[in-house]
């Protein structure tokens, strides 16, 4: 979940995470390096006892990039405190698969290996012949009782054909039957001072005419340096389009998935042969060509479009919050700056659609997945720790990030209340938004526990500024859409080794890039049919469309079975 990352005040927003994407930040020391770690403890942090070293101890490597301080305040607990185990972590440089191949080409890891759930991973793993397989701990509840109470669908799905499980899972939701509906983040945005200013109300925003109304109204004011607002923002370098798209009905999430499909009855639309995909564009051309649309969107880079969301061009905004800056409004004290304005509203009615696609697929299942080497001479440390650290609390996730209750946090009413930090020196370094700073008092592994839907820290924490509170009631409120719903198997089939999917994805991406692009700047409604037509032709002959599809009913058959 890329989402929990975010949660983390903004400081350390946009960690890879997420769902199920993979980036982190690199900065720092990297490689494991013990960087300024007699800093560390000369802050007045957990006591450290190098000439006892801990009967218990491994390497972990994580499969991305981090900036690594191997003496921060927290491996010092882990190590002198609970649970008793010397984690020492490694980072990765570059790109993620190919340092893989390379370790793995090399004599393998140490100790422990953590990855994103990867299926290209996986594979490496266990063709590696340099991992073990992990099944019997599982089973084990008197020496590893929260090994054991993984719940057993998660474990069943990792199972190969031989019956063996390849690596520990978590970040997974300890309840899959009620689980965390992670961050809600995409959505229809307005600026409620232009709507004010043009005189309609959230209200008349329900439907499609009625946005058209406030977009055109909005065209006709200036922004503060005096130039015409931008009506619509949008950017679709990161795909910003697709909620626009979920307006009209068409799933545009999965749960790792190879594609978006819509259950229907007994059969499966694909996402281009929805006929609310068409529809979409259709509309998104209309009004591009009244000049309701950033003429930009296609073009324009992050940056540049998060400074105009900062100079407080645009009227409106449509696509997920964490890409037009979430900064706008959690760095203001209240309504001094057009980010203050900014807020979500529900998917506006389109004729014939009786629900919004899905944006978000909650897939409780494990995002990450940590192999253990067969020539590992700390096993029973890495079982040990993790045991400790996939306690099925509802804390227990903010724990392995920031530390028991009561050293360096507390609950500031009642437990699974709202809480606060404590300490004033992990306060200052835990929320500095500088790595090398969180690298002092924190790896931030989180991705090694687990959550719940009982309690989520970041919905519940303390607030510096009350712009910031904005953050969580936007995706709490933003969850209440229609446009989220728990995983499916559809949701999550996969593509085969050689198969149609691995092979034709990037070139079906690149035809969708392609054509966008062309349908929403056609000229006419004649450039617009024709530039479809093209464009599903495209599908067929360049990414072989129905080949794709008669693959995917195949896994999708093929893993019910």
């Known amino acids: 979940m890329k989402l929990k990352s975010k949660g983390i005040k903004s400081a350390m927003a946009l960690t890879l995470a997420a769902t199920l994407s993979l980036a982190a930040g690199c900065s720092g020391s990297n490689n494991g390096n013990e960087a300024s770690g007699d800093k560390v403890a000369a802050t007045g942090g957990a006591v450290t006892n190098a000439s006892s070293p801990p009967e218990f101890k491994f390497k972990l490597w994580l499969g991305w990039s981090a900036t690594v301080n191997n003496n921060s305040l927290l491996q010092q607990y882990w190590k002198t405190e609970e649970p008793g185990v010397d984690v020492q972590i490694e980072a990765t440089q570059g790109d993620a698969i190919t340092a ?8 393998g890891f140490d100790d422990a290996a953590l990855f994103g759930r990867n299926q290209v991973v996986d594979n490496a793993m266990k063709r590696s012949n340099l991992v073990q397989p992990l099944e019997q701990y599982f089973n084990m509840p008197d020496k590893y009782p929260n090994l054991a109470a993984i719940p057993k669908e998660y474990l069943d799905q990792m ?23 992670g961050w809600s983040s995409n959505a229809w945005f307005i600026r409620t001072d232009i709507l004010q200013k043009v005189g309609m109300t959230e209200n008349d925003l329900k439907t499609l005419s009625g946005v058209e109304t406030y977009l055109e109204k909005a065209s006709k004011l200036k922004d503060e340096s005096g130039k015409p607002l931008l009506p619509l923002g949008m950017l679709m370098d990161a795909n910003e389009e697709n909620v626009v798209l979920a307006a009209f009905g068409v799933p545009v999430a999965t ?3 190879v594609t978006p499909v819509k259950k229907d009855g007994n059969s499966f639309i694909f996402e281009y042969d929805n006929p609310g995909f068409k529809a979409a564009y259709q509309w998104m051309n209309s009004i591009y060509r009244k000049g309701l649309i950033d003429p930009e969107a296609v073009t324009d880079k992050s940056e540049r479009y998060k400074e105009k969301n900062k100079s407080g061009r645009y009227a409106m905004n449509i696509g997920n919050f964490w890409d037009f800056d979430q900064y706008l409004w959690e760095q203001l004290d209240g309504p001094t700056g057009p980010g203050w304005f900014y807020e979500p509203i529900p998917f506006p009615q389109v004729d014939g659609v009786s629900q919004p696609g899905e944006t978000q697929i909650i897939n409780p299942y494990p995002a990450y997945d940590t192999y253990i080497s ?6 029973d440390a ?30 500031d009413d009642q437990p699974y209340g709202k809480w606060r930090y404590t300490d004033p020196h992990f306060k200052e370094m835990r929320t500095s938004g500088d790595a090398a700073k969180i690298a002092q008092v924190t790896p931030d592994v989180w991705q090694i526990s687990n959550y719940s839907n009982k309690w989520y820290p970041w919905f519940t924490n303390e607030n510096t500024h009350p712009g910031e509170e904005k953050t969580a009631k936007f995706s709490q409120t933003i969850s209440k859409f229609g446009a989220t719903r728990v995983a499916e198997n559809y949701d999550l089939v996969k593509p085969k080794t050689g198969g149609a999917w ?18 929403l700047m056609a000229k006419d409604d004649a450039a617009f049919e024709k530039t479809w037509n093209d464009f599903t032709s495209a599908l067929e002959k360049r990414a072989h469309w129905s080949d794709l599809k008669q ?8 893993m019910n079975k």
């Open 100 to 107: 893989l191949n390379l370790k793995m080409n090399t004599g």
């Open 159 to 181: 199972k190969d054909d031989d019956g063996h499980i390849w690596s520990i899972p978590s970040y997974f939701d300890t309840n899959p039957s009620d689980p965390f509906p």
């Open 255 to 257: 749960a790792g998935g």
């Open 374 to 379: 067969k020539n590992t001479k700390n096993l």
């Open 382 to 411: 890495i079982l040990k720790f993790y045991d400790w650290a996939l306690t099925p609390k509802p804390e227990q996730d903010h724990v392995v990030g920031n530390g028991p209750v009561g050293k360096y946090w507390d609950w």
């Open 502 to 519: 691995e092979k034709y994805k990037p070139e079906l991406d690149a035809v969708y890039k392609e054509y966008r692009a062309k349908l």
């Open 551 to 558: 693959e995917w009913n195949e896994l999708y058959q093929a």
